[in-house]
C-alpha cells in the first residue's frame, strides 16, 4: 500500500534524520545482522564450489576470498563515502567519510559493507570457470568503489533522487536494486565477454551439461544464504520503535518468498517434465529470494508468495536447456 510505502520510507531515514527512538539497540541489530549476511559469503562459495568440476574448486574458493578481501577496502576507502556520506548533500553522489574519516556509527557502515561484498559475490559465480583472478579484482573495485555507492545513493540516502522522486518513492529496502541486479547484470554482461565454459558445446549444434562435482554443497550453499537473507532484508530498518513488527513482516515474506520460488519449481517439473529435479528446485528457493529482496517490506504475505512462485518458474522456463 502507498501508506506502508510511506512508513518504510521514513524508517530507512532513521539514521541520518537521527528519528530513532533508541540508537543502541539499533546499532546492535545493525551489528547481528551483519554477522548472518557475512555469513552469506560462506554460503555463495559452497554453491559455487560444488557448481564447478572437482578441478576448479580450489580456484574459485580462492577467487571468492579475493572478492570479499578487495570489496571490503575499496567501500571502506571509497564507496560508503560516495553512498551514505552527507557533507555535500545533493540527489546523485554522496561525498564525505572517505576511510570513515569523520563518522563514527560503525556498524551501519559494516553492516552496508556486508550488502556491496555480496553484489561483487554474485559475479563470481557467473563467470566461473572463465576467468583469471585479476577479472575478479578489476570489477569488484569498479562495483564497489562506483557502481554500487551510487545506486545506494539514489535509492537508500535520503536525498537520492530515486528516493526523493516526486509522488513515487523509489523504494528497495533490501537490496533487490542495489545488490542483486548490479551483481547480476554484471555476472550477465561478464558472461557475454567471456564466452562458454571449455567443453560446454561440443559442436556448433550440441551442447554437453557440464555437472557440478558435490550437490551436496551446493545444498548446503543455499541453506546458509536462506539462514543470511534473514539478516540482509530484515536488518536494513533497525528494530527500535514500533519496527519490530515490520522486521517480523520482512522475515515471513522472505520465507514465503523462497516456499514459493521452490515448490513452484517443483509442481513445475513434475508437471511438465514428468520428474523431479533436487538442482532446480534449491535455484527455485534462490530466485524466490532474490525477487521479493526489494518489496518484503511493503507487500503482504501471500503477495510474496506469488512473486516468488511466478519469478522462480518464469527463471527456470527461459534458462532451462
Not at 18 to 42: E, I, R
Not at 243 to 252: D, E, M, N
Amino acid at each position: 500500500t502507498l501508506h506502508g510505502a510511506s512508513v518504510i520510507t521514513e524508517l530507512m531515514t532513521h539514521h541520518f534524520e537521527h528519528c530513532s527512538s533508541d540508537p543502541d539497540l539499533d546499532n546492535g541489530w545493525y551489528l547481528t545482522s551483519t554477522l548472518g549476511v557475512f555469513y552469506m559469503q560462506a554460503g555463495f562459495t559452497m554453491i559455487e564450489a560444488g557448481s564447478v568440476r572437482a578441478k576448479n574448486t580450489k580456484s574459485i574458493i580462492f577467487k571468492n576470498i579475493a572478492v570479499l578481501l578487495v570489496s571490503e577496502l575499496c567501500f571502506w576507502a571509497v564507496g560508503f563515502a560516495l553512498a551514505y556520506g552527507d557533507q555535500h548533500p545533493n540527489p546523485f553522489i554522496g561525498f564525505g567519510y572517505f576511510f570513515l574519516i569523520g563518522f563514527s556509527d560503525y556498524a551501519y557502515f559494516i553492516y552496508h559493507s556486508g550488502g556491496a561484498n555480496i553484489a561483487s559475490t554474485i559475479v563470481s559465480g557467473s563467470l566461473a570457470e572463465r576467468t583469471q583472478i585479476i577479472a575478479h579484482i578489476a570489477y569488484s573495485i569498479i562495483i564497489c568503489c562506483i557502481v554500487q555507492p551510487l545506486a545506494a545513493h539514489w535509492i537508500q540516502s535520503p536525498v537520492g533522487w530515486l528516493r526523493r522522486f516526486p509522488k513515487a518513492s523509489f523504494i528497495d529496502v533490501s537490496g533487490g536494486t542495489t545488490i542483486h541486479m548490479i551483481g547480476g547484470t554484471f555476472g550477465f554482461v561478464g558472461a557475454i565477454f567471456a564466452g562458454p565454459r571449455k567443453g560446454r558445446f561440443s559442436t556448433e549444434f550440441e551442447t554437453q551439461i557440464l555437472m557440478g562435482h558435490s550437490f551436496p554443497l551446493i545444498t548446503l550453499g543455499v541453506s546458509i544464504l536462506w539462514y543470511g537473507w534473514f539478516s540482509l532484508n530484515g536488518g536494513m530498518i533497525g528494530l527500535s520503535g514500533t519496527r519490530s513488527q515490520q522486521v517480523g513482516k520482512i522475515v515471513l515474506n522472505t520465507v514465503l518468498a523462497a516456499l514459493g520460488g521452490g515448490i513452484s519449481v517443483l509442481i513445475y517439473y513434475r508437471v511438465i517434465k514428468s520428474c523431479f529435479s533436487a538442482k532446480e528446485v534449491v535455484n527455485g528457493i534462490l530466485a524466490g529470494l532474490v525477487s521479493a529482496s526489494a518489496s518484503c517490506s511493503v507487500i503482504e504475505p501471500w503477495s510474496a508468495f506469488v512473486i516468488g512462485s511466478r519469478y522462480s518458474t518464469d527463471s527456470i522456463r527461459f534458462f532451462i536447456i
